[in-house]
């Protein structure tokens, strides 16, 4: 279900997951998907 949330934030979806590239915005999308 977190990765759909991910997929918001664009063409950066599939980098969200882990990958040190993505911007700030995937990192606090991923701690939300954390909380």
């Known amino acids: 279900m977190s ?3 991910r997929s ?3 063409s ?3 980098k969200s997951q ?3 590239d993505v911007p ?3 990192t ?4 939300n ?3």
Do not use: A, M
């Not at 606090?28 to 701690?31: P, V």
């Open 3 to 5: 990765k759909k949330r």
């Open 8 to 10: 918001v934030s664009g």
């Open 12 to 14: 950066q979806k599939t």
């Open 18 to 20: 882990t990958d040190p």
């Open 24 to 26: 700030d915005q995937n």
């Open 28 to 31: 606090e999308n991923i701690i």
């Open 33 to 35: 998907d954390v909380v």
